[in-house]
């Protein structure tokens, strides 16, 4: 019995070799592209990633007339700056309290939010990802009293305090409630994003 063998043409088998040489190449370019990425740190991932987002460059204030939109970093007396502070100190110790958003208890945002509205009466966003969008992006090196300073534990900020200088910062913690803590401790060394300005002392 005679058997047929068929034997594709030469270009199919071109082809098909192209093809994987293709895949292969592909398959090592995401490779190389995903070690850059994990390679980068993640403050410079975290910059990189919110400062392409639109960003606010103006916030709204409550005046006796109503909501007044004031650009961004907005300026703030040396005296309600100091009342800012103080305000810190006396919250102190408020639990933790998950969508908390007054002195019976705060989460983070709510913190800040509440923060800057009694100090400097400005009307900011709810959520510290939202949060992260208002005014320049700052550095760690560059940081000033006041400026908000963000954390994240993956590809999103979930944490904000605000920066009272000598690498110190306020913050509402899940442990220890409305506390004083460090860029240097190991935990929010890690996680540190970046900062932000909305306001400068005048």
């Given amino acids: ?109 709510g913190f800040i939010q509440y923060l800057y509205s009694e100090s400097f009466q400005m009307l900011l966003p709810r959520t510290s990802s939202e949060l992260a969008l208002l005014g320049p992006i700052i550095r760690k090196e560059s940081l000033q009293p006041g400026d908000l300073v963000f954390f994240s534990s993956g590809e999103q900020i979930d944490h904000v305090g605000v920066y009272l200088g000598s690498e110190k910062f306020a913050h509402a913690s899940t442990t220890a409630g409305i506390s004083v803590s460090t860029l240097f401790q190991s935990y929010y060394a890690a996680r540190f994003a970046f900062g932000a300005r909305i306001i400068v002392v005048r």
Avoid: H, W
Wanted: charged letters at 25%.
């Fill in 1 to 109: 019995m005679n058997e047929i063998i068929r034997i594709a043409p030469n270009g199919a088998k071109t082809g098909g070799i192209l093809r994987t040489a293709a895949l292969v190449a592909l398959s090592c370019l995401m490779l190389a592209l995903g070690a850059c990425q994990s390679s980068r740190s993640l403050s410079d991932r975290m910059e990189s990633k919110y400062s392409l987002k639109k960003r606010k460059s103006s916030i709204s204030r409550l005046r006796p007339q109503g909501p007044e939109r004031c650009d961004l970093p907005v300026q703030v007396s040396e005296r309600a700056f100091r009342a800012m502070l103080e305000s810190i100190e006396e919250s102190r110790g408020i639990r933790y309290r998950f969508g908390g958003t007054s002195t019976e208890g705060f989460d983070c945002s």
